[in-house]
């Protein structure tokens, strides 16, 4: 079985600072891990994905996220928050092309001016 | 850039009525998926499609759900008989298996309440 948690509910950041929104995940098997973005009354957009190779992803929005194995974690990461960013994010984590998601619980991104 | 639409966006109905939610997925796509968020719980599988049949389903994609691809473009998700506890946001993805991308792209959603 797979697993994804995300340990925060919230995160709070001032406009301008670094972002940094937690997920941890649990695969047997190489994982695909993506970050996805839910703002409100909209669809779940695509962020970045980690599917190989450098550890470091960079994504959409100037959105990035560090893959490391040894502690199954792939944080996304932003280094300086717009209010624009202030949205609901999503980690996933599938097994194969093809194949089922599993989310995590998601993490309110709050952006203060 | 080409997206993912649901049809309807709300969907009202009584308990123990049929439903029928609409999806186009990408034109090239050949993966579809079926995906439900109840509110303030976790985006959760039900069911993935391919060449025509399921491929995968959830332990939630019981006898009461069933998918069809009717023609070239629409995806279906269809519930026989509505409970409460179907009550949430439907989403549908698909993702393009002939490339090494697979990221599964959204609809904007259905949300379903039963009454």
């Known amino acids: ?113 | 850039e080409p997206e993912v639409t649901q049809t309807p966006s709300h969907q009202v109905t009584q308990m123990g009525q049929e439903v029928i939610l609409r999806c186009v997925p990408i034109s090239n796509h050949l993966y579809f998926y079926w995906y439900r968020q109840i509110l303030g719980q976790k985006v959760e599988f039900l069911v993935s499609f391919y060449n025509n049949e399921i491929s995968e389903k959830s332990e939630i994609f019981d006898d009461q759900f069933s998918v069809e691809r009717p023609d070239g473009s629409n995806f279906t998700l269809k519930i026989r008989s509505t409970k409460l506890e179907d009550s949430a946001m439907y989403f549908c993805a698909s993702s393009d298996r002939s490339s090494f991308t697979d990221t599964q792209y959204f609809g904007p959603g259905t949300r379903l309440t039963v009454l």
């Open chain 1, 1 to 113: 079985a797979q697993s994804v948690a995300q340990p925060e509910d919230q995160v709070n950041v001032a406009e301008g600072n670094p972002l940094t929104v937690k997920c941890t995940y649990s695969v047997s098997g190489n994982p695909y891990l993506f970050w996805y973005v839910q703002y409100p009354n909209r669809g779940l957009q695509f962020l970045l994905k980690y599917i190989t190779g450098d550890n470091l992803v960079k994504g959409s929005y100037g959105f990035e996220a560090e893959f490391n194995k040894s502690q199954t974690s792939f944080h996304l990461k932003k280094p300086s928050a717009l209010v624009s960013d202030s949205a609901l994010y999503f980690c996933a984590v599938g097994r194969n092309a093809g194949n089922m998601l599993t989310f995590g619980g998601g993490t309110r991104l709050m952006v203060k001016p």
